[in-house]
């Protein structure tokens, strides 16, 4: 049986019914922002950017492939209004939100990366402590209603499974894209992220309608 939030939320799944002029303005925003950031040569910042916001993808998929097989809810999923939800948890707003925080944490990023943070590389100490601020930010969403859960392992009685896996991998590898020493190889990692990300959304969504 499927549970009200997921009925809700598959209701909107990909319509256009409810389309917001604003929608194209932040995407022009989030544009601009990559665009600076590449004009100033900071391309480990866009390729870790970018990693960033693929990795908020491979969680969306995995999100809407558990809505399909339990037949019940998927971990997470929209609720209120948007101008278009393209995944079961996603929609075009949150998407754009996660482009923009991918720069964001990346660009917060130390120069030194063996410098340490009480006593831990401050890249997983700056990775851990921004998951928890993520994490308390999707427990303010839940409390007003944009978010919903229905499965009793992810829910506020248990926010460390939401930090461990719905945001910390996030970090943790825009962080990794972002070290690396060669441009090739972040390049490498970005293109393979976003290459399993498209095959994933075409298989699963166009050819099975799974998510």
């Given at each position: 049986m499927l549970a009200p939030s997921a009925?809700?939320?598959?209701?909107q799944?990909?319509?256009?019914?409810?389309?917001?002029?604003?929608?194209?303005?932040?995407?022009?925003?989030?544009?601009?922002?990559?665009?600076?950031?590449?004009?100033?040569?900071?391309?480990?910042?866009v390729l870790g950017g970018i990693a960033f916001w693929l990795m908020d993808w491979v969680n969306e998929i995995v999100n809407g492939l558990l809505f399909h097989f339990s037949g019940f809810a998927p971990a997470w999923s929209t609720a209120g209004s948007s101008a278009y939800t393209v995944l079961i948890g996603l929609n075009?707003?949150?998407?754009?939100?996660?482009?923009?925080?991918?720069?964001?944490?990346?660009?917060?990023?130390?120069?030194?990366?063996?410098?340490?943070?009480?006593?831990?590389p401050n890249r997983l100490a700056l990775a851990a402590t921004s998951s928890v601020a993520c994490v308390m930010v999707e427990l303010w969403l839940h409390h007003i209603g944009a978010l919903q859960w229905a499965w009793s392992g992810w829910n506020a009685n248990r926010p460390w499974l939401i930090?461990?896996?719905?945001?910390?991998?996030?970090?943790?590898?825009?962080?990794?894209?972002?070290?690396?020493?060669?441009?090739?190889?972040?390049?490498?990692?970005?293109?393979?992220?976003?290459?399993?990300v498209a095959l994933a959304l075409y298989v699963f969504g166009d050819l099975l309608a799974w998510i």
């Open positions: 009925l809700l939320a598959a209701a799944l990909r319509t256009p019914d409810h389309f917001q002029w604003p929608v194209i303005t932040l995407l022009l925003l989030v544009l601009h922002a990559y665009v600076e950031q590449a004009r100033a040569g900071r391309w480990n910042v075009v707003e949150i998407s754009l939100m996660f482009a923009v925080m991918g720069l964001i944490a990346t660009r917060l990023l130390p120069d030194d990366a063996q410098q340490r943070w009480f006593g831990l930090w461990l896996l719905g945001y910390l991998p996030f970090f943790v590898v825009a962080y990794a894209v972002h070290d690396l020493a060669s441009r090739r190889r972040q390049i490498t990692v970005v293109a393979t992220l976003a290459t399993a």
